[in-house]
């Protein structure tokens, strides 16, 4: 009944919204109408105020609009709050219901309560958002979303979010957060770094100690990031194994390659996010806009590499295993790089024995961070 | 004067004789004379006795004969003392001299002084012999030597030598040492396990106290060896880099092309080794026959990877940078595997922080012993 948005709508700037379509439940017309609507609720509110303008409507199941909110300004109710009051006053129930709001739920109690709080209380079970809460205090709401197993997924129109805030933004000088997301490249290789033999064989290059280990740190991650190569190839279900976590982190593909709607990492029901372009510095934009302090970049060597390449992989995960192959698929690619000084330079700050292999944590040298406002400054260097 | 041998005399057997030809200071024609000699006079020892026959010459500088001796059986001077009371008792300086055994000279004090201590306190400079000494109680004579600064060559004429005392091994059921020399792989790479970059450039991959360390583990070993591609490309001097360290490993060079007599290696004056061969297995029975414990096998990655390739490498010494090349030399090369159930296996015995690298140590999970009688079965699988 949710029909998949496979072709996501241009907006007027022009801006790469490919890297916010998802996939397969994805986000359906009726969200978008949502969506759109909101951004009209939104107007309703105080061109001058201390807060954001921010519009919310709230859809049943099937798509019907449950109910609708704005926000009039500092000291009265958010707009995700002034909703969920016109349900509850008309005796509505939202369990279960869809919230679309043109700005990431609040996560800060102040004046009135927590957003991201009120809809989890709700029985909420998705939210769309346009863009992040750029202001230090209420921003993580997302994360508290997702936390509490509601799919939460950002960068909805976002061009048309941001424009919404921006004069806000302008007045009271709220920037964006000051860094992007924190990208951790990992993979598991051999000695010499090898991920797979000749023959394609990679099942198990590590022992069981050192995969038990990744898959805690996974949970440990807002996004967890492949590549369709590896998608394909793994069929994998990019969940934490642990079955008492109860985080699940948003789920990411990279890549211009459709898959299937039978993939492994569809089977739960959760939303993915594909991001359909093989630039690196899309996919952080994608995970900034949704609110992703922390991703994994899961492999296989091609992401990795398009990361390492790009100057984007914060930190290092590498397991080794005391295994040699000689030949075989490496864990990390051309670099374009042709001389030792050219070398990417990490700073080793953690190792560790797992089992037979090597746990190693690395941090980059020189951090090159993101154009200080991913939001705003959309034509950074791709 | 001492005019090199470039083409080692092939003995009768038609064993590979090219891997123990010593140059450029090299074995001379006297010295192969002396041992010929020292063969002659081994036989004047008795046929049926406890201990086997050995005979001793000992050559001025210049390639006079000062002394001789032979082992006259059980009780009696060994040969090499019997050479030193000759030079005595006729008022000769054997001081600087070279003594050429049929056996390696003892390390065991029993009825007789050790033959090592013995020459090394005569001031002996050089020793050259021809077969280790197979039992566990007398070897270790040939490191005595070294450790005290006295060049040390074995395997000269060795097929003759071990032919000398087959008849006594056989009736004392005398064994060779139970294992080959140990070889120890140490290579120091990127974490993407390349050790140049694609222009070649590999200064620095590890910090300074890496290579501190390095050397300090040379130190520890009966022999270095490296290809005559590092030894043309590196011109490197092999030495420990401590100088307070009196030790001098063998040094070792494996492969069929010519090294300049003007290479750093030759700058001390004291022997290398050159095994005229790309078969591992030549390296490990010409450092067999001198007696060597530990080889240390120092790069490049053409003789690393041949060692491995040939299940040869006992212990791994591993160096990881936390640089990353893409592209470049691997510190490993082709191994003949192509799936990785045929990986090599090793077991990680040490992990530790160098600085800004790590130094990782392995043993091979499931040592294939060289035959059993190295001396004797020279006929193993090449």
Redesign the interface.
């Known amino acids: 009944m949710f029909a998949p948005v496979r072709e996501a709508p241009l907006p007027a700037s022009g801006s790469p919204h490919d890297v916010c379509e998802f996939q397969p439940r994805g986000v359906t017309h009726a969200e978008l109408s949502a969506m759109r609507a909101a951004f009209e609720l939104a107007e309703n509110g105080p061109v001058q105020d201390a807060n954001p303008r921010v519009g919310c409507v709230i859809l049943a199941p099937g798509g019907t609009v449950l109910a609708q909110g704005w926000h009039e300004g500092a000291g009265t109710a958010h707009a995700e709050a002034a909703a969920l009051a016109q349900a509850h006053s008309a005796g509505i129930s939202v369990v279960d219901a869809t919230a679309v709001v043109t700005l990431e739920p609040c996560a800060h109690t102040g004046r009135t309560p927590s957003c991201a709080q009120s809809l989890i209380d709700a029985g909420i079970a998705r939210v769309l958002y346009s863009v992040p809460d750029p202001t230090p205090t209420a921003s993580g709401g997302a994360r508290m979303l997702r936390d509490s197993g509601v799919e939460t997924l950002g960068g909805v129109l976002s061009d048309a979010g941001a424009a919404l805030i921006a004069p806000w933004r302008a007045r009271t000088h709220v920037s964006s957060q000051a860094r992007r997301n924190r990208i951790v490249v990992k993979w598991a290789s051999?000695?010499?770094?090898?991920v797979?033999?000749?023959?394609g064989?990679?099942?198990w290059?590590t022992g069981e100690s050192a995969r038990q280990h990744a898959h805690e740190l996974r949970a440990q991650v807002d996004a967890i990031a492949v590549g369709t190569g590896t998608a394909l190839a793994d069929n994998p279900q990019l969940t934490a194994r642990d079955e008492l976590a109860t985080r699940t982190p948003l789920r990411v593909v990279v890549g211009r390659r459709q898959l299937a709607t039978t993939a492994r990492l569809y089977a739960s029901g959760a939303s993915v996010l594909h991001v359909r372009s093989d630039d690196p510095h899309d996919v952080v934009r994608a995970l900034d806009l949704n609110s992703a302090q922390t991703t994994l970049i899961d492999g296989g060597p091609t992401l990795v590499?398009a990361f390492?390449?790009a100057g984007l992989a914060d930190e290092?995960h590498?397991y080794?295993a005391?295994?040699?192959?000689?030949?075989?698929l490496?864990?990390?690619?051309?670099?374009?790089?042709?001389?030792?000084?050219?070398?990417?330079?990490?700073?080793?700050v953690h190792?560790?024995?797992r089992g037979?292999?090597?746990f190693?944590r690395?941090m980059r040298d020189e951090p090159q961070d993101a154009p200080s406002d991913p939001i705003l400054n959309q034509n950074h260097n791709r």
């Open positions: 051999t000695l010499d770094g090898k797979a033999a000749q023959d064989t990679s099942q290059i590499s390492i390449r290092l590498v080794l005391p295994k040699l192959l000689g030949t075989g490496p864990a990390v690619q051309d670099l374009g790089i042709t001389t030792l000084a050219q070398a990417h330079e990490y700073s080793l190792c560790e024995r037979n292999d090597v190693l690395f």
